[in-house]
Structures are given as structure tokens and as C-alpha cells.
């Protein structure tokens, strides 16, 4: 992965806010939409989602879930062109008690100043997927698979 692909998967992952979050519900595989936000370094995305949405309850019974961002298509481009990261990982609930609760909740509110008020809320949670395997697509035919620890030092190296 050259210096142009960081800063795509950067770009991609800051300029969007919101990803597809595939879980397995009831055997099924299910797809829905969530915010997110990134811990420092790469180290896990954070979502805030309601115990009255199916995918949390999914998290809780089965936690390898994967997510998907992709930037805007560009008009005239081809659609399989388009830079997308899908990350597949663990999630894991992030309760107000967990020593990591603090720096998610400020990850999250730092992208989402709006959401604060969801925080009175009791059933929502942050939950932290950690990534195992990344696969990047930064144009048609250039696509590349990264693991965890490479995932998070091309966002650490971009960001320096």
C-alpha cells in the first residue's frame, strides 16, 4: 500500500460518518446503517447504538461483525472505482464502568457533538469493534488486504 492509498483509506474514514454494520441475526446474516467514530491510531470504531435496535442485541449473542464505509461515488466514474474499507472484527460493549469508556465517548461526541443528549438515554451503549482484517479498495483493481496492526499504523502514519 503506497502513500496515495493512506491517504485515501484516511480521507475515506474522516470524511464519511456513517458505515453498514453486517451482523448475524438469527442465523441470518443483516445489514443496517450506523454513525461512527474513530478511536485514536486506528485502534476500533466506536458506534452508539439503542438496545431496541435488532444489531445490538446481534453484537451481544454474536460479536464478529464487519463494517463497511464508502466514499462518494464520483459522477461518470465507474461504480466498482469507488474506494471503499470493509473491517471485520470483534465488537465489544463499551459500559460506562469500562476503562476505555471514557476515550470512546469522547471519540464519538468529537464527531457527534449533537449526540450528547443520547447519552441520558438508558438504552443506548457504545460498543468498540476492534478490527482483525481490513480490506481496502482504492480504485478499480487495486485492492488491498491489511491486517489489524496494519490498519492501524497507515492511520497512525497519516495522521503524523
Known sequence: MDAADTETL???????????????HKGEPAVSMVPFALLPRGAGMVIHVSRLASHTADM???????????????PGAMAQA????????QARQCLADDPGHA????????RFPESAPMFGFG????????????????GFGKAHSLAAAAFAQALANAAA
Open 60 to 74: 451481544l449473542n454474536h460479536p464478529v461483525v464487519s463494517l463497511l464505509v464508502i466514499a462518494p461515488p464520483v
Open 10 to 24: 484516511r480521507a475515506m474514514l474522516a470524511g464519511q460518518q456513517v458505515a453498514s454494520l453486517a451482523t448475524l
Open 123 to 138: 438504552h443506548f451503549s457504545l460498543f468498540v469493534i476492534t478490527p482483525d482484517a481490513v480490506r481496502l479498495i482504492t
Open 82 to 89: 469507488t474506494p471503499r474499507v470493509a473491517i471485520a472484527g
Open 103 to 110: 476515550a470512546a465517548r469522547l471519540a464519538y461526541l468529537d
